[in-house]
């Protein structure tokens, strides 16, 4: 069982840049793919990064690709999300989410273990 606990979220202004930050406990993630979402209020949860074991690989919402990092540094059990040119189409609660095995990782069905989200409100 892994437990995920995202920090880092907050109001910033269009332009600006907020660093998330997913702390794993219960097992190491080294085995885990590891995946940022978001939602906002009606709408679907939906997929914006991950990033495979090992570092094998990273992918992006094709609207958050050039602004988004994903980071994952597995001696300490973290995920990071670098957010910049924040744009106010970007205010959403942003969850990160841990899955094994492969498939489709844009998939929010296919993980099984997420934190509670943190808020992420950008200013026009």
């Known amino acids: 069982q892994v437990q995920l606990v995202e920090s880092g979220g907050g109001l910033v202004q269009a332009g600006g840049s907020l660093r998330l930050s997913c702390a794993a406990s219960g097992r190491t993630i080294l085995d885990y793919t590891m995946g940022w979402f978001r939602q906002t209020p009606g709408k679907d949860r939906e997929f914006v990064a991950c990033?495979?074991?090992?570092?094998?690989?990273?992918y992006y919402m094709n609207t958050v690709k050039g602004r988004f990092t994903i980071s994952r540094d597995d001696a300490k059990n973290t995920v990071y999300l670098q957010m910049n040119s924040l744009q106010p189409e970007d205010t959403a609660a942003y969850y990160c989410?841990?899955?094994?095995?492969?498939?489709?990782?844009?998939?929010?069905?296919?993980?099984?273990?997420w934190g509670q989200g943190t808020q992420v409100t950008v200013s026009s």
């Open positions: 990033v495979l074991t090992m570092n094998r690989g990273t």
């Open positions: 989410a841990a899955r094994l095995g492969g498939g489709d990782f844009s998939y929010a069905g296919s993980y099984p273990y």
